[in-house]
């Protein structure tokens, strides 16, 4: 098993917010967005700033939404030079794009898995992924299937009598954030309501789409925690009977404390992320910007630092980053190299 290394994942703070900057020439690359591939991207920012032939990029966070959308809102140093998204770009989010002059190349970097946690000193969950979305998607079938209502179910053991009777409380990220999104429709679309019987027949009965289920909770039985991760995490360790949604590499940097769910009966370890046995997994996408790469110094060493580090044996996999196969490693360190332009076929 890879040894596992909790680095050190300060990020670069700007003293300045990205919009005040003005559009001079800027010596360094800005980076936002995912924050699960914040620890990721800050770990390359650090080994590039080891080089005193470049300044040390500023990574911060604020969600894939952020990151997808700030790197397409125009040309100029205001604007940042790649976006980091734990969810692929959607035909929309390129509009937006095309619409502001922006060109882009898509590099995915690696894969994660999502994952429920809980305190080691807490309920110990095994669930399938049709009663986690049941649990914590807005709205449920009524008792003949004729119409969707307010999710009513307080307790685990209200979804299942075989959970845990421990009220259902879970913290997770906002409707920012890339893990929300991938969460919700690898959970509460597809695992809930395109699998579940009564959820089919009653969706086709009042001729809704399953994607309706995206939809979360808001009564407090799903508590939006912020983009920060690691808030979560802290929330976890002071609530036992809490759990959370976040990405892998957080469970792996805090195993001392918490412990991950049993989703359809794989647990959420680097190995079954890897191997595809842990169906709650998505991959992790950086977005860079044409048209900065020939007035920001420093963004070609930056693409090339990631192919430094991303390998099996890589200090991103010893923080838990799921690697890329060799083939799809060799596709995107070429793409790195020839940056060809992210187009709307390439999306469908």
């Known amino acids: 098993m890879l040894k596992r290394t909790l680095l050190a994942t300060a990020v ?53 939404s952020v990151g997808k959308k700030g790197v397409c809102d125009g040309i100029g140093t ?23 002059g922006v060109t882009l190349t ?17 309920i110990e969950m095994k669930i399938s992924k049709s009663d986690l979305g049941k649990a914590l998607t807005a709205r449920v079938p009524n008792a003949d299937n004729t119409a969707m209502i ?6 685990w053991s ?31 679309e597809k695992g809930y309501c395109k699998k579940d019987a009564d959820a089919k027949a009653t969706l086709k009965a009042i001729g809704e789409k399953a994607k309706t289920c995206r939809a979360m909770r808001t009564d407090g039985a799903y508590v939006e925690a912020g983009e920060q991760d690691n808030l979560i995490v802290q929330k976890l360790q002071q609530d036992a009977n809490a759990l959370g949604i976040f990405g892998f ?24 992320i890897a191997s595809g046995s842990y169906s709650v997994s ?7 910007k044409h048209e900065h790469m020939d007035v920001v110094p420093g963004l070609d060493a930056y693409l090339n630092e990631w192919t430094k580090h991303w390998g099996e044996d890589g200090i991103l996999a010893e923080n838990g980053m799921i690697p890329l196969g060799d083939d799809e490693r060799a596709q995107y360190k070429a793409a790195m190299k020839d940056l060809p332009k992210l187009t709307a076929s390439m999306l469908k």
């Open 78 to 100: 205001q604007f940042i030079d790649i976006g980091n998204a734990s969810s692929r770009m959607k035909l929309k989010e390129l509009d937006y794009c095309d619409a502001n």
């Open 282 to 288: 998505r991959a992790l996408y950086f977005y860079i």
């Open 158 to 188: 209200d979804v299942n009598p075989a959970l845990p009777e421990v009220a259902i409380r879970v913290y997770g990220p906002p409707t920012t954030s890339g893990t929300r999104a991938s969460f919700a429709e690898m959970v509460n």
């Open 249 to 272: 590499s957080y469970l792996d940097q805090n195993s001392d404390t918490l412990r991950g769910a049993e989703i359809d009966g794989v647990e959420p370890t680097f190995g079954d």
């Open 12 to 64: 670069v703070v700007s003293t300045l917010p990205l919009t005040s900057l003005t559009a001079q020439a800027r010596e360094y690359i800005s980076i936002a967005g995912s924050s699960t591939v914040l620890p990721f991207a800050t770990i390359v920012a650090e080994k590039m700033g080891n080089n005193p032939a470049y300044k040390s990029p500023v990574v911060e966070s604020g969600g894939s």
């Open 150 to 155: 307010a999710n009513p179910y307080k307790m």
């Open 106 to 122: 898509e590099i995915k970097v690696g894969y994660d898995g999502i994952v429920l946690a809980s305190s080691k000193s807490g």
